[in-house]
């Protein structure tokens, strides 16, 4: 199952974001996979075409602005960024206050579902946050930021659980690179496959040299 499960994501992903890390691709293949990309989009922030003031999608579209403001709230800049060595308040990859070293995974899972929340508030319709100029910055920043220095380029700084950076991490970070695709570069959409592909690169393994 866990076999499966990871196949279907991986290569769900190098579908959708592939023709820019590899090069120019035939016009017919390029925009079926902008189609893909675009279906997938509708499939998280539900399109373009409902009404904000119909009573469900109003309460839905309230809690993705909440998880939005809590995590914009959170947000760690400039010497806070520093001091901490952290990208949220509260999610600083470690297990407890006595740890000495990152050696918790599941906050690397938790400080890039944050980012998604953010990314769902600037791709929904009706939110606070559509299309937001300074959010978006502040998603690229913090996408970046995790990329050099957490969810690093050849599988340098795993720790912890496997699951998180092979299923959790890339589950999340995938569907914000959906949601901001067309704020990126070629070289920036390639450089975080690349890392996705250091963590997830064969999906018949697990924990890198293990068969699952």
Not at 18 to 42: F, I, N, S
Not at 45 to 73: E, K, L
Not at 95 to 113: H, N, P, Y
Not at 116 to 129: I, Q, W
Request: charged share 15%.
């Amino acid at each position: 199952m866990v076999k499966l499960f990871k196949l279907a994501i991986v290569f769900a992903l190098l579908l959708s974001i592939m023709p820019l890390a590899v090069g120019v691709q035939p016009a017919a293949a390029a925009d079926e996979l902008d189609g893909l990309r675009d279906k997938w989009k509708t499939m998280i922030t539900g399109g373009t075409s409902f009404s904000t003031t119909d009573t469900d999608i109003a309460y839905r579209i309230t809690r993705i602005n909440t998880a939005a403001d809590n995590a914009v709230a959170a947000f760690k800049t400039g010497t806070d960024r520093t001091a901490c060595n952290c990208l949220f308040n509260g999610v600083d990859f470690k297990k407890s206050t006595s740890s000495t070293a990152w050696d918790s995974s599941g906050e690397v899972t938790l400080a890039f579902s944050k980012l998604r929340e953010m990314a769902l508030a600037y791709s929904t319709v009706g939110s606070t946050y559509y299309n937001d100029a300074a959010l978006l910055t502040k998603i690229k920043d913090g996408v970046a930021w995790m990329i050099q220095n957490v969810y690093v380029v050849n599988n340098t700084n795993q720790f912890d659980n496997w699951w998180e950076w092979e299923i959790g991490a890339p589950l999340q970070l995938e569907d914000v690179l959906i949601m901001t695709y067309s704020s990126y570069t070629a070289a920036e959409i390639a450089a975080y496959v690349a890392a996705i592909d250091s963590y997830s690169s064969d999906p018949t393994l697990m924990i890198q040299n293990t068969t699952v």
